[in-house]
């Protein structure tokens, strides 16, 4: 099995930049489809953006053209760029395959928090 541990939040002010860094401990290559997912206390888990093997992506209409995701299957990586961040934006940002869990990957990473200041 795969796990996943998540890196690079932090606090920024608005209109801010930071790069998210999702490790897998193992190949994720056979997984088609892998993505960014944010929770804010006391909310549901919400998708932000995907992307499939062969770099295809899609985003949530709140970090369209703000947000960039990509993958480095070779080194079993998944990035989210993000600029111009805006306190909405603050949560803990997890990554996973879409749906979640897929085989290899068994559990949700301990994420990690964006906190952005108004």
């Known amino acids: 099995q795969v796990h996943l541990v998540e890196s690079g939040g932090g606090l920024v002010h608005t209109g801010g930049s930071l790069r998210l860094s999702c490790a897998a401990s193992?190949?994720?290559?056979?997984?088609?489809?892998m993505a960014w997912y944010r929770q804010v206390s006391g909310n549901e888990r919400e998708l932000v953006a995907r992307?499939?093997?062969?770099?295809?992506?899609y985003y949530t209409m709140s970090v369209k053209g703000r947000f960039t995701i990509s993958r480095d299957n070779a080194q079993n990586t998944l990035y989210l760029q993000m600029n111009s961040l805006k306190p909405e934006d603050t949560a803990v940002y997890y990554c996973?395959?879409?749906?979640?869990?897929?085989?290899?990957?068994?559990?949700w990473g301990q994420g990690t928090q964006v906190t952005v200041s108004s």
């Open positions: 996973n395959s879409n749906p979640p869990s897929i085989w290899p990957i068994r559990d």
């Open positions: 193992g190949s994720i290559f056979s997984i088609n489809v």
């Open positions: 992307i499939t093997r062969e770099g295809l992506t």
